[in-house]
């Protein structure tokens, strides 16, 4: 089952399935800057793509994403990235990802 998630999607400290502690988890990642975590400085995204020009920006974050999530969150995998581009949003150079994932793994 495939499921689209997107940072404007609220939080539940008490996820009720393991598909949607996996989105959390997921959102979790993408919503955190690398370096920011105490004791784990290496989770979550760079943020070194902002002043890149918009296409290589895409790119190069789309890869992170990709890597970050096999590495944190195992259960998930990316089918599809793409970007929500509004005119307000476009012109003030901001990217926001919408994810399309599987939930996999032994425990989901």
Do not use: Y
Not at 18 to 33: C, D, F, G, K, S
Not at 55 to 84: T, Y
């Amino acid at each position: 089952m495939q499921h689209v998630l997107n940072l404007s999607q609220p939080i539940s400290f008490a996820p009720g399935t393991v598909a949607a502690e996996v989105l959390q988890n997921v959102r979790t990642i993408l919503a955190t800057r690398k370096g920011t975590v105490p004791l784990d400085r290496d989770f979550g995204l760079e943020w070194e793509h902002v002043d890149k020009p918009i296409h290589i920006a895409k790119a190069l974050i789309q890869a992170e994403i990709i890597e970050a999530v096999e590495r944190w969150e195992p259960r998930a995998v990316i089918d599809k990235i793409e970007f929500g581009e509004q005119a307000e949003d476009a012109m003030d150079g901001l990217l926001n990802p919408i994810i399309t994932l599987s939930i996999g793994g032994a425990n989901a």
